[in-house]
């Protein structure tokens, strides 16, 4: 049998040693890389915390964004501009009493397209039937009918422009309008253009608008702005 020697010993030792030490290095090797492993996935993760954070953000600031655009959108989509003013008129429709501050109250009773324009029936008929003819070539009367009160103390004159009517066509064209009041208690109109209403009195106008023919069938949007005293309205014709 093969006997080791003491210097056979001693290298046999080392050589153990030294496998024990790279088994060390080993190990300790292994756990560093298990280490930075956890470090990059913790880094990583909050990477995508951060990422989805901030994806979140983003989308929030586009929403509201979008819905203050929408807001803005519908507030100006109620202006009016005409010449170079620009306003949000209050809405009214056919039959409403619109009161204006100590100034007047007024009703839209109808409106109408036609060559030819009638008195109302408001007041008695008159035994020869009276009307107002546009005669000019390809255009027809848009009449705008309202009842006027004067709510103030002082008398409001048809020359003083106590109250005013722009038309404006499919959001485009505008046309300027005039009045024709009818006598007092009678559906026939006055011969001058120099009505009053008296304080407290209630007169029938009828705001008179020289419009294309084509107008009255091609079905186009179609509004009246009113304005009195400062104060402005919108009335859709169609």
Known sequence: MKTFLDE???????????????????????LQNTVIIKKRDLKNN??????????ILIATVIIFLATQSLDTLRHTTNKVSYGNEIFEP?????????????YIEFTIQSNEL???????????????PMYMFNGNKGEIWLDILVTVRNTSSTELSEAGDFMDIKIIYDDRE??????RFERVGESKFTSLNNSIIKPLQTRVVHFLTSVPASIEK???????????NGENYEYVIR
């Open 114 to 128: 036609g060559e030819i324009i009638y008195p109302s029936n408001l007041g008695v008929a008159p035994i020869t």
């Open 90 to 102: 209050s809405e009214v429709k056919m039959k409403d009493k619109v009161v204006v501050q100590d």
């Open 218 to 228: 091609d079905g186009k949007p179609l509004k009246a702005i009113i304005t009195a």
């Open 8 to 30: 056979q010993f001693s290298e046999l030792e080392q050589e153990l040693k030294m496998t024990n030490k790279s088994k060390s290095l080993l190990r300790n090797k292994v």
């Open 174 to 179: 505008e046309f300027s309008s005039f009045t």
């Open 46 to 55: 909050r990477v995508w915390q951060y990422n989805t954070i901030t994806v």
